[in-house]
């Protein structure tokens, strides 16, 4: 017959595999779609350029991962993901605009009234500087539909 201490040992060893697998079966940040492809969105606001930024420098927010060039970039953006993180995280603006969802290039961007904005082509950013505020009004109505919608 097993001894209540041998019963109870073998219950914590159950309880230390049990949280094992539970944390191993959490989401993984490898598996969360690297927005800007990697680039640094801070970079934008702070060095005016895109910078790729750096894995051990990364963070996950709204259900996406993100790359920073350094760890004060990365402090800036956990202290305001909002106001550093590309407009409909990270896709393509113009193509928002026309109702499909596709990835952008991290070095076609413009940031207007302090938004990051992002596009496949450089046409887009010269698309947005003609039209911005119909470009945003459009790429803001489409969004609530393209939000959840895979990438093409």
Avoid at 20 to 48: C, E, M, N, W
Avoid at 52 to 67: I, L, Q, S, T
Avoid at 91 to 119: H, R, T, Y
Avoid at 133 to 151: F, H, Q, S, T, V
């Amino acid at each position: 017959m097993i001894g209540r201490r041998a019963c109870l040992a073998l219950f914590l060893v159950g309880l230390l595999i049990a949280a094992s697998i539970a944390r191993a079966q959490s989401v993984q940040p490898a598996s969360v779609r690297l927005v800007l492809k990697g680039y640094d969105p801070v970079a934008y606001f702070t060095d005016g350029e895109p910078t790729p930024g750096k894995p051990e420098f990364e963070a996950v927010y709204d259900e996406a991962r993100y790359r920073f060039a350094s760890a004060q970039h990365l402090e800036l953006f956990k202290a305001d993901p909002d106001r550093y993180a590309p407009q409909y995280a990270g896709s393509c603006a113009a193509a928002i605009m026309a109702g499909v969802k596709i990835e952008a290039e991290p070095q076609n961007w413009l940031i207007v009234d302090g938004k990051l904005f992002v596009f496949a082509v450089a046409a887009g950013v010269d698309k947005m500087r003609a039209h911005p505020a119909e470009m945003i009004a459009k790429g803001r109505e489409n969004w609530k539909a393209l939000a959840d919608a895979p990438y093409r």
